[in-house]
Each structure stands twice: as structure tokens, then as C-alpha cells.
């Protein structure tokens, strides 16, 4: 009877609940600082890793580039070409700058598209004229080839960088040999075209050449008084242009102005002969 008095299985009870809540706390604080330790270290590990892959990833991406070129005054208007490129490939082309107003508005919405599929096709920027837009699509050409040549000298300037990683005596030799890239640019040069005689006048022209590339071009001499000067003064700027846009002698006779224009041909022709080309 005494073993199983009331007041003794009380203190047996509340002895068993004491040592039960000293278990527990014992066993906490150790199992959870271990706890937050594992998951600690362990979640920065899967961050980091979780970082560097999406990055490696972007930088193989980042072939795909854009390459706007120089802006190209014409009789109508400016034009600029920007190019999206994705290793070394053009991908798409776009008129950032067109002739507009007037009759211009017509001829760039019926030019410009031609001229940037043709750009994409030809992956250069010996593509045709669009017929009816022959200063629209001289100065298309010349911005497309600044801007492929803005491309070029950037794409060099990185293959040195992979050459330099890739062997150290390699990257060594490359990188002196990346300022290449700007020798062109060195030699600009001044031709200029024997005299040509007309019926109204001498007709000389002198060209400004980036290598064998027409980058200007001007009369020194053209007929001169009378109605010639209002000729002259119309068809002159039209044959510069056409000089530059052809980059040939291959150029139209300006309306109303055929000895002008006959003189002019033959002078420049004989300054691209001087040039080698």
C-alpha cells in the first residue's frame, strides 16, 4: 500500500516529466546549430555554382553584336546603316538614317528593304543599286562598309585577345600586330586627273582615296561662264556623288550637261589609272 501511495507516484511522475524536458533541451541546441551549420555552408556552395554556370553561358552568347556605320551625306539626305552580327555573319540590316520628305519618302520605302536583304545576302557591301534611288543606295553602301569595316578591325582586336589566352608567345606576337587593322586608314592619298578639254571648258577631277577606295571626290576645273555656270553648278555635285557612290568611271551622264559630263569621266578615269585601280 505504500508503494502505491498517491503522493509517491505524484513525485514519480513529476520526476519522469522534469528528466524528460532536460532530454529535450540537451538534444536541441545540439541538433540544430548542427543543422544551420550543414545548411550554411552548403547553400552558398549551390549559389556560387548556381552563379557561374548562367554566366559562362552569357559570355558564349555574347557573339551576336551590333555595328552602326558612318553617316553618309547625300543630295537627298543622310544615310547610316547599323548591322546585327552574330559571329562575323550579318544577321539583319537597318536604316538608322533615310532620305525623307517629298518624292524621298516613296524612293526609301521602296530602296531601303531591297538594300538591307541584299545586305544579309551578299554579306558585303558589293550589292546593286536600287534603281531609282542611285544616291540612296550609293550612301547605303558606303555607311554598310564603314560599318563592316568598324566589325572587322573590333572581331580582330578580340581574335588577338584569344590568341594571347590560348599560347603565351602566341598572344605575343598577335598583339603587336593588331594596329594592322589602322594601316589603311595611313594611306589616304590626294589623285589628281589629267585635264580634260570640253567644248565649254577644261574639266579636271581629283579624288581622295582610302587605299584604292574613291572617298571624295571634286572638280578642280569645270566650264565656267554664261550658262555654263549654272550648268556646271547643277551637274558637278551629281557627278562628285556618282564618282564616289560607283567608285568607278562607270558613272551616268548628267541630264543637259553631256560635254561636262564627258570631260569629267575621261579626267577621272585617268586619275584612277594614276591610283592603279
Same mark, same amino acid.
Given at each position: 500500500m505504500k508503494k502505491s501511495h498517491p503522493i509517491r507516484r505524484t513525485m514519480l511522475a513529476a520526476a519522469a516529466t522534469v528528466s524528460g524536458i532536460v532530454l529535450l533541451l540537451s538534444l536541441k541546441p545540439a541538433g540544430d546549430p548542427a543543422a544551420a551549420s550543414a545548411q550554411g555552408g552548403a547553400a552558398p556552395q549551390r549559389t556560387a555554382a548556381g552563379q557561374e554556370s548562367p554566366q559562362? %553561358?552569357?559570355? /558564349? /552568347?555574347? %557573339?551576336?553584336?551590333?555595328v552602326t556605320g558612318d553617316v553618309v551625306k547625300t543630295e537627298y539626305g543622310p544615310v547610316q546603316v547599323r548591322l546585327s552580327?552574330?559571329? %562575323?555573319?550579318?544577321?539583319? @540590316?537597318?536604316?538608322?538614317?533615310?532620305?525623307? %520628305?517629298?518624292?524621298?519618302?516613296q524612293k526609301t520605302a521602296l530602296a531601303v528593304p531591297r538594300l538591307n536583304k541584299a545586305a544579309v545576302a551578299a554579306q558585303s557591301a558589293d550589292i546593286d543599286a536600287v534603281s531609282g534611288a542611285t544616291y540612296t543606295s550609293g550612301g547605303y553602301k558606303?555607311?554598310?562598309q564603314s560599318a563592316l569595316d568598324k566589325a572587322k578591325a573590333t572581331g580582330g582586336g578580340s581574335g588577338s585577345a584569344g590568341a594571347s589566352g590560348a599560347s603565351g608567345a602566341k598572344?605575343?606576337? @598577335?598583339?603587336p600586330k593588331a594596329p594592322a587593322t589602322a594601316a589603311p586608314a595611313a /594611306?589616304?592619298?590626294?589623285?589628281?586627273?589629267d585635264v580634260a578639254r570640253t567644248e565649254y571648258g577644261p574639266v579636271q577631277v581629283r579624288l581622295v582615296l582610302a587605299g584604292t577606295k574613291i572617298t571624295k571626290a571634286e572638280t578642280v576645273q569645270a566650264p565656267s561662264g554664261g550658262r555654263s555656270t549654272q550648268v556646271t553648278a547643277d551637274a558637278v555635285p551629281k557627278l562628285n556623288q556618282e564618282a564616289v557612290a560607283a567608285g568607278s568611271a562607270d558613272i551616268d551622264a548628267v541630264s543637259g550637261a553631256t560635254y561636262t559630263s564627258g570631260g569629267y569621266k575621261k579626267s577621272l578615269q585617268s586619275a584612277l589609272d594614276?591610283?592603279?585601280g
Open positions: 559562362g %553561358g552569357s559570355a /558564349q /552568347q555574347t %557573339g551576336t553584336r551590333t552580327l552574330s559571329d %562575323g555573319r550579318i544577321v539583319k @540590316a537597318d536604316a538608322v538614317q533615310a532620305p525623307q %520628305g517629298g518624292t524621298s519618302d558606303k555607311s554598310l598572344g605575343a606576337s @598577335a598583339s /594611306q589616304t592619298r590626294v589623285i589628281t586627273g594614276k591610283a592603279g
